[in-house]
């Protein structure tokens, strides 16, 4: 279940944004696009296969997943304007401030 968990989740995006800028730029959403969309692939698969197999087990997992995906949202809009201008400072702002809690 969910083997192959991205190398670069959510967290590591957000980590480099924040505290290692001179590392952080297009290259780093183009990687972490990548292997979230092959990574939520998989995982709307398993949940199928664990909704078939235990569905109590797939109501506790819903919510993680569903978690997962509105924080891949608000990583995908801010890294959107950051690749658009990636010398606006707010766009990057918007990026380091998405999800705090998590940094």
Known sequence: MWSRFPQ???TWLVWKA???PHEFG???IADYNEEMHESLAEVVGDLAVVSALDPEIYARMLPLA???FVLDGQVALSA????????ESVAKG?????RPALV
């Not at 959107?80 to 010398?87: C, G, K, M, R």
């Not at 918007?94 to 998405?98: F, N, Q, R, S």
């Open 8 to 10: 670069t989740p959510p």
């Open 18 to 20: 924040k505290y290692a």
């Open 26 to 28: 297009v290259e780093s």
């Open 66 to 68: 569903r978690e997962l």
């Open 80 to 87: 959107a304007a950051y690749s658009l201008d990636p010398t």
């Open 94 to 98: 918007a990026l380091v401030h998405c």
